[in-house]
């Protein structure tokens, strides 16, 4: 056997093969077929074939180059792993960095074509369909070719980790709220509307729709508890196909009583191929291997996913799940801070704290919660300058000592069977602080709350809101780049479409139900980074007396339990109406969460949360 | 000779002309073939088929039966005037009422149609590209043909307006700030971008896109100073289309010596028919007619008018215009106020007051001021339950009487040679003022100021701001619907392209230079209609020390000078910032306006802006 082969080797048989199919270059993205936010280690490719470790990335290889795209969040370790590798750093950030796709156009400009024709190999299950059109569109009108083809598979051979084998599980209705029956139907009625007289069936590749309409769960990926798998539904049947391997008898059990058909993982293609009729699939989460399956004989249509839009209503099942999972994310959020305030800095043998220390101490709190599954995302724990970097993640040999005194950001949350969790609170260690820091910390607070507390009629979109929880730091003159909130979905990923509160247009008007972020923040170079973040939901609000209009109402519900760090207000910024919404809140987070602590812990956060 | 048909005659004569033409249906709309907001009395072929005298609707005749679309507005005028006509009044306002496509299909699915085949005559100038090509692709899929004809021209011959025939003049780069030729040489360099190495035609039809292109301004229709004109650029010549009757010797010498070409106004058909290469027209703003003359040998390629943007961003000499109209706008405010204060309800005669009266008073006061040419729209003025009336006009035969007591809505604006106003004030006439009323004003205020101060980051859209409106009404459950802020254009249209502030999205980032109105309100049925309103230009704010950012900033400058009803504040809603901003507002209109006063009205100014 063959040892390991090295970045070059792996290039040099790619090539091999791109001369093979008669390519001029291949595309490795770092996706995988489901258009998964965490993937499962089978689909590192780019990682494989690059050396590179990080989340995101490209690699594109020509016969006589090889390049990877990533982002400034990975400038560093692309550049420290990418050294022996050949392959060249395309910084993406950077404003001056061409798209890959610009890059391809100027590689055929510049003559570099094999026999006249410049034919790009990709996997089409890397891509979303929406996203191998606009390839193509922009390719082909560079003269370029696009062709599906998988290089990689026939490659990576050697130690090439399996597709989790992890059972799946039944996801209780206790939890979930509706059956599977009901969502099914509910579903399918949507589709026949789109459909009245026609066979139809819709193909579903996101694992949160599948583990959604299925009420199903697994362990395959890091922080989202799905279950890796394609789905079909159809007028008269549904289809899972998935891993012999991943069902127990319970499993097997349960999706048979609910006559979902169950058929291999690869069979997929083949049972795409069979249908007839409309194949309805929605263009920008369903991957374009499956899009190509669909037969000529059979009528594809793109469908937004109305699986999404059901999905992101969380019913009164799931937002009570949601609000008993947030006290039990609260108290060990709360025995974590009083930890942080009391022992940490004080331990027997002075050791000095990491932040990985601090990462590892708060799971290890939330892991003795009731119904805690896992982390919802990888925690970020930045100290002082490390809390202004929006995406940092500390690691065992790369994190910052952490010390009695300045700014410290947190920003984790828990997957509990009840509810998923995201929370950020950023706090003051100790030392004097600065007047702009209790500045920066209260225009943050201001906009938080302004959002948390805005009513607004029905069809308004989160892009609307936005400002909301800006006008403060911009009077300022400050913003963030980030959005301010993000969906979140309901023991399934922490971040979720189609609801979002971003500059961005989306027109995705906010539904009663929906759960979203509400974490602005401010970011000082080399100084701190400040972020305060909850969950919030929408309700409805009652019509007041005086309204002028018929329209329906909403408010937001705040979600989340914790006290904020009141040492870091200016007062002298703040109105009554926010003072008393603190107040307010503070005396909720004591009443619901100090019965679920010891007596010690309960009077550590009736000191948090005293009135102001 | 006839005497005028009567509109069952012209119905049948038309009819008679859809059966030669074999069409099921005829649409005649409300429109002209430049897109225009206000129309000249030539194009009123909706008007002259139904005897409906609205400004607003569109008209559907098929062989046996005519119908006519129009909003809530016109419901009751609609009802009267199409009394005698055979006209089914459409309530387009409805929710149960179809769209016209929708209607137009229904008919094809219930199988009138002729010959098996349906076919829609349209005149294809009073449509822009992008809504006719949305209504062929509605109506083809339903099997429903659409033919480009002029079916009114050879019905009306009788006393059809001619298009009007005022003299075009010249605009002073006194005012305009810019030469034509600065302006057409920046216009080409954009159009060339986009067509780097070939020939290329840029097609107008918009008149205030010709008006601000060529520096001219005309008398041709109410309310905006246009010239009924097409034009084509072209990289090395522009030709101006208009008819020879608005040309006097002036206004000629003034096109030649600027190199614009002159000819007929019906020739732009045929000169299009002789261009070749890239054709670019703007789909929204280019009527159809206009577009089906490009030859096939040419390439059309819509543009976004690149006219629009450049018209949308003032220059200085254009804002420095702008202020000083506001001032003799404001100095004819304060003299009305004065009079509808102090005199309008104690004349001798005990004459009742009318709300046109209170129009033509206004009116009167605007036109002594210097360079004032006409009103830039109908002076809304709502008393009382009609200020709730959105778009309410009064007429002599259908107006209210106004006492001294109650709200009184006021919105007008001027047309001066040096810019364009609109502004609304809403004032207490007498007697106590509900609570409820001075809360709605208070919101209203408080929101129009919210707008007015905000800082944002280059790149904000306008419907990003917007909320910022409507927060404090929406705290108490009440909002309204019209736009919060539309674009005004500079001795041009009142309402300009593409900058607004409104819920919808609109992909138009405000820019240096936009002029856009800041007008919240709040209308109660039968009650009272509030609404305040400023017009307010984005300026550039300086980034600030404590910036995190390198964006860089804008902030508004409130353009508008006139004083608000303190009588109307419920001072227990307010901030001091914001009574602050008031005073330093009012102090600001008394310094600029009273020098243009006399000595009596300065010092009731004086008392108005008195500080709170």
Request: hydrophobic share 40%; glycine share 8%.
């Amino acid at each position: 056997m063959k040892k390991s082969m090295t970045t070059k080797e792996k290039l040099a048989a790619l090539r091999q093969l791109m001369r093979e199919q008669g390519l001029a270059a291949y595309i490795i993205p770092g996706n995988d077929p489901h258009a998964s936010e965490y993937m499962a280690a089978h689909w590192f490719e780019m990682q494989w074939i690059s050396g590179f470790n990080g989340e995101t990335g490209t690699v594109v290889v020509t016969m006589d180059q090889a390049l990877l795209w990533t982002d400034s969040r990975y400038y560093l370790q692309a550049g420290i792993e990418l050294k022996e590798s050949t392959i060249e750093l395309m910084r993406e950030s950077d404003l001056d960095c061409p798209s890959i796709t610009d890059w391809l156009c100027g590689q055929m400009e510049n003559g570099t074509c094999q026999n006249g024709k410049y034919t790009v190999g990709v996997n089409p299950e890397m891509f979303s369909v929406n996203t191998f059109k606009a390839w193509k569109n922009q390719l082909s009108e560079a003269g370029i070719g696009m062709k599906s083809v998988d290089l990689i598979k026939p490659l990576w051979t050697e130690g090439r980790p399996a597709i989790p084998q992890d059972k799946l599980y039944p996801y209780s209705e206790d939890y979930a709220g509706e059956s599977v029956q009901s969502k099914l139907a509910r579903i399918r009625e949507m589709v026949n509307g789109k459909c009245p007289n026609g066979k139809w069936a819709l193909l579903v590749s996101a694992l949160d729709e599948i583990a959604w309409l299925f009420n199903i769960r697994g362990n395959d990926v890091e922080f989202n508890p799905v279950v890796i798998s394609y789905a079909v539904l159809e007028a008269d049947r549904c289809t899972l196909f998935v891993d012999e391997a991943k069902l127990d008898s319970a499993g097997r059990n349960y999706l048979e009583f609910n006559d979902i058909t169950i058929q291999p993982y690869e069979a997929v293609f083949d049972y795409i191929r069979g249908l007839r009729g409309t194949i309805f699939y929605d263009g920008a989460r369903v991957n374009e291997a499956v899009f190509e399956a669909v037969s000529p004989e059979a009528k594809a249509q793109h469908l937004p996913s109305p699986i999404i839009a059901e999905k992101a209503k969380k019913n009164a099942v799931e937002l009570e799940g949601e609000r008993i999972a947030m006290r039990r994310d609260a108290a060990a959020l709360t025995r974590f801070f009083r930890w942080l305030e009391e022992e940490a800095f004080t331990n027997k043998d002075q050791r000095p704290i990491t932040e990985c220390d601090i990462m590892d101490k708060l799971h290890s709190f939330r892991a003795l919660q009731e119904n805690f599954v896992e982390e919802s995302f990888g925690t970020i724990a930045g100290y002082r300058g490390n809390g202004a970097i929006v995406h940092y993640a500390a690691t065992p040999d790369k994190c910052a000592e952490v010390k009695p005194e300045g700014m410290l950001l947190l920003d984790s949350g828990g997957q509990y069977l009840d509810g998923t969790t995201d929370i950020t609170r950023t706090v003051w260690l100790g030392g004097d602080i600065p007047a702009q820091a209790k500045r920066d910390y209260t225009y943050v607070l201001k906009g938080h709350i302004a959002l948390a507390t805005v009513r607004f009629p029905r069809g308004t979109r989160g892009n609307q809101l936005d400002a909301l929880a800006k006008q403060y730091m911009w009077a300022a003159g400050i913003t963030y780049g980030h959005g301010t909130g993000h969906g979140v979905g309901h023991f399934l990923g922490c971040h979720e479409a189609p609801q979002n509160v971003r500059t961005d247009n989306n027109p995705t008007p906010l539904e009663l139900g929906h759960i979203i972020s509400d974490e602005p923040g401010i970011y000082r170079t080399g100084e701190w980074g400040i972020r305060t973040e909850n969950l919030i939901t929408v309700i409805p609000a009652p019509k007041t007396e005086v309204a002028t209009t018929d329209d329906e109402w909403y408010a937001f519900e705040t979600l989340t339990l914790c006290f904020y760090d009141t040492s870091l207000i200016d007062f002298s910024l703040m109105t009554p109406a926010e003072i008393a919404w603190i107040n307010a809140y503070h005396q909720r987070v004591y009443d619901e969460v100090s019965p679920l602590l010891s007596a010690d812990d309960a009077a550590y956060l009736a000191k948090k949360c005293a009135k102001l």
